[in-house]
């Protein structure tokens, strides 16, 4: 006889409420691993260099050090690949910043004449890049001298105490409260990025509402043993 299989628990399926991730200097959760650029960031305009380059891997939060960068100074935004034609109508003496520097295709004529104009006018430009600027294939001469002159500043994989506080406010955005226990359990089994930190809360929040239960250490577990096995919807 074939065991009657328990009727599944009812799924409620999640509403978009359209959570965003804040990128105010409010929101930015300091620890050893950013703690030098976010001191940069925070001392402009007195830098030490035209040229500032923040270095580091994706997930390190140098896209969220930009954007604080960004509102605080309005600088204008350039795309590496087209320097030379976004910066043709730059007021003279407004900041500029290039997000991805190393992505590949970058306009190396515009980026000189970019950094030689932010000089002139005592501007600053600032670059974000998963390498430093000796690693991004270069060719110009000028250009590669005016890189080595910049501000390099590292950007470490996320610590214990970054990654905690960043996922602990996460959820707090969202109104929800969640164990410590389950913090550090995410701490120790998701990998050491920023983004994915972002993208496991919002799963886990849909995991809990569907299945109508609090976020605990075992909804955690089950759900990224469901993302290793390639059965969950949202991707890590």
Do not use: C
Not at 45 to 68: F, M
């Amino acid at each position: 006889m074939t065991a009657m299989r328990a009727p599944e628990k009812p799924r409620q399926l999640p509403l978009d409420l359209g959570h965003s991730t804040g990128y105010s200097r409010d929101d930015l959760v300091v620890s050893q691993a950013n703690r030098q650029a976010v001191a940069l960031i925070d001392r402009w305009p007195d830098w030490p260099a035209t040229v500032v380059v923040l270095a580091g891997p994706a997930g390190s939060g140098k896209s969220h050090l930009a954007s604080i960068w960004r509102e605080a100074t309005g600088a204008v935004v350039l795309d590496p690949a087209r320097i030379e034609t976004d910066a043709a109508a730059l007021e003279a003496g407004r900041p500029a910043l290039i997000d991805d520097a190393d992505r590949g295709g970058l306009d190396e004529q515009g980026l000189f004449h970019l950094i030689n104009a932010a000089r002139a006018a005592g501007a600053h430009v600032l670059l974000t890049a998963r390498r430093f600027p000796a690693a991004w294939g270069v060719t110009l001469p000028d250009l590669i001298s005016r890189l080595k002159a910049a501000a390099t500043v590292e950007i470490h994989e996320p610590d214990d105490l970054l990654l905690a506080g960043v996922i602990t406010k996460l959820f707090a955005d969202r109104q929800i409260e969640v164990d410590a226990n389950v913090v550090q359990f995410l701490v120790r089994r998701i990998e050491r990025s920023l983004a994915t930190a972002i993208r496991i809360v919002d799963r886990l929040d849909r995991a809990a509402l569907e299945q109508k239960t609090r976020i605990t250490r075992n909804l955690a577990a089950d759900t990224i043993d469901a993302i290793d096995r390639g059965q969950a919807e949202f991707d890590i």
